[in-house]
């Protein structure tokens, strides 16, 4: 259990996190409040999803080879579904710029509780209910996203601002996921068309390290939730006012109008 003073800690980091949120400048870090391991940068996501009265609805994780592997909370009031053809609607200020990435997202069909033993790639694969195609929305709360630590950009749930994902992909278990070729579009320029693009090369590697990772911090994936998995185009900053779409060659694709 976190001491006092690394919960204060916590406390003071996620109001500092919220003021940006709520319309406040960006910050350069966290300074002495910055958390010290996953188990801290987790207690102020889950600090700032209780501020802005709001609730873990799934994840986005990393696990690429030789680096550290990551994962945030994502606030389920920000994770949608487009239902049909129409782009979903996203806000962004006049005159505002958004991160996108282009990824694959899974859909829990059952909880993976905290057991002696490490859940087997297999094992994590049979508890998906769900593949599709996702666009990731990228916001940082730091004014140099850059310059802080890999624990700090956890905290800040690795700048994410929400998640569009689309239909179901049934056939999803006969498809090399890894070597999909992924296409993302802004204002119907082509920005990234290439095959695979996963920084862990399979989607489902870091799928497996956060159901394994999540209870030695006492968390879990729990049914229901969704996963995004890191993204196959990189970052790319675009203007509000556009229509983006990003999806892969046989599974599939989403689309939002920015603005």
Same mark, same amino acid.
């Given at each position: 259990m976190a001491g006092t003073g690394t919960q204060q800690a916590a406390e003071r980091a996620a109001d500092r996190l919220v003021a940006v949120r709520r319309g406040g400048a960006p910050i350069a870090g966290l300074g002495a409040d910055a958390p010290r391991d996953a188990a801290g940068a987790f207690a102020i996501q889950a600090a700032v999803l209780q501020r802005l009265g709001a609730r873990a609805g799934g994840w986005k994780c990393a696990a690429p080879p030789g680096k550290p592997p990551s994962a945030a909370m994502l606030d389920a009031a920000g994770i949608r579904k487009a239902t049909g053809p129409e782009p979903l609607r996203w806000p962004v200020p006049p005159g505002g710029r958004i991160g996108i990435e282009t990824e694959i997202a899974f859909r829990l069909g059952r909880d993976l509780p905290p057991r002696d033993t490490p859940y %087997?790639?297999?094992?994590?694969?049979?508890?998906?209910?769900?593949?599709?195609?996702?666009?990731?929305?990228?916001?940082?709360?730091?004014? =140099?996203? /850059? #310059?802080? %630590? !890999?624990? +700090? #950009?956890?905290? =800040?749930?690795?700048?994410? #601002?929400?998640?569009?994902? /689309?239909? =179901?992909?049934?056939?999803?278990?006969?498809? +090399?996921?890894? %070597?999909?070729?992924?296409?993302?579009?802004?204002?119907?320029?082509?920005?990234?068309?290439? !095959?695979? /693009?996963?920084?862990s090369g399979d989607p489902l590697t870091p799928l497996v390290w956060l159901a394994n990772f999540l209870p030695t911090v006492g968390l879990r994936l729990e049914a229901g939730q969704v996963v995004t998995t890191g993204s196959c185009t990189g970052l790319i900053y675009v203007d509000g006012g556009q229509r983006v779409t990003g999806g892969f060659a046989g599974f599939g694709e989403v689309a939002v109008e920015l603005g």
């Open positions: %087997s790639p297999a094992e994590v694969e049979e508890a998906i209910a769900a593949a599709f195609p996702a666009i990731e929305l990228v916001t940082s709360r730091y004014a =140099d996203p /850059g #310059a802080v %630590s !890999p624990l +700090e #950009a956890m905290a =800040d749930s690795i700048a994410h #601002a929400g998640l569009a994902f /689309g239909r =179901d992909v049934p056939h999803w278990r006969e498809l +090399e996921l890894r %070597s999909l070729t992924v296409r993302q579009t802004c204002g119907g320029a082509v920005q990234v068309e290439k !095959p695979g /693009g996963n920084p």
